[in-house]
């Protein structure tokens, strides 16, 4: 079974930090994608990677870095923490470049900035 | 750019069937997808369509109409475990995937 894990479930942060956002994924999968996903605005995607040291703007970049300096290690980075970025994300991993593939998502982290 | 619609919400009752519908307009369409998601839980894959026609998996049935950019998934023999949110999700030229805002399934006894 593939198995993408989070490193924190819940994540409370204050205005201004850093924060960082840790996904690994186990199955060698190609692929990995960075969401949040809030009430009424369904999933939406922030930054992919087709690949290691690749990475691609989704449809709501700002605000937001991300780095994959290996392949089964996709993280995301806040630079500057602000309260609207208080979301649940979601990571997720798939195998094939083109063409159809199901994603496998982890678990998410709820992050509440204050 | 990108759309994709389908109910906010909907109730149906234990052992009957639903039917949830996803309409979408996207620039590109490489197959849609349907996730289930529990409350606090990450999505989980159902199924997917690629060709016109109608899927099954068990309980669990996907249609697709590329022509009229519509899906519909199909839930029979409701069981109370199937309260959820379903996720309907095109896959783009780009290897993408948009979602919709995902429709929240209440099964009653």
């Known amino acids: 079974d593939v198995k993408v894990t989070q490193s924190s479930r819940y994540l409370v942060k204050r205005t201004g930090e850093k924060v960082f956002l840790e996904c690994v994924q186990d199955?060698?999968?190609?692929?990995m994608f960075w969401y949040r996903q809030d009430p009424g605005l369904g999933l939406r995607l922030i930054y992919f990677?087709?690949?290691?040291?690749?990475?691609e703007k989704g449809d709501i970049p700002e605000g937001y870095s991300v780095s994959r300096e290996k392949k089964e290690r996709f993280s995301l980075i806040l630079e500057s923490a602000s309260t609207n970025q208080t979301s649940m994300y979601l990571c997720?991993?798939?195998?094939?470049?083109?063409?159809?593939?199901?994603?496998?998502f982890g678990p998410g982290t709820r992050l509440t900035v204050l | 750019g990108q759309n994709i619609d389908q109910p906010t919400e909907m109730t149906a009752t234990e052992g009957a069937i639903v039917q949830i519908n996803c309409t979408y307009q996207t620039s590109g369409f490489n197959g849609l997808f349907w996730y289930q998601q529990h409350a606090g839980e990450a999505p989980t894959f159902l199924s997917y369509n690629v060709l016109d026609g109608l899927e099954e998996k068990g309980r669990f049935s996907s249609f697709l109409s590329r022509s009229k950019g519509y899906s519909y998934l199909l839930l029979k023999e409701l069981q109370m475990k199937d309260s959820a949110s379903y996720l309907c999700a095109v896959n783009t030229n780009a290897g993408k995937s948009t979602f919709g805002d995902g429709t929240t399934l209440t099964v009653k006894p």
């Open positions: 199955m060698d999968h190609e692929n």
């Open positions: 990677s087709y690949d290691v040291k690749m990475k």
């Open positions: 997720a991993s798939s195998l094939e470049t083109a063409g159809l593939d199901t994603q496998y």
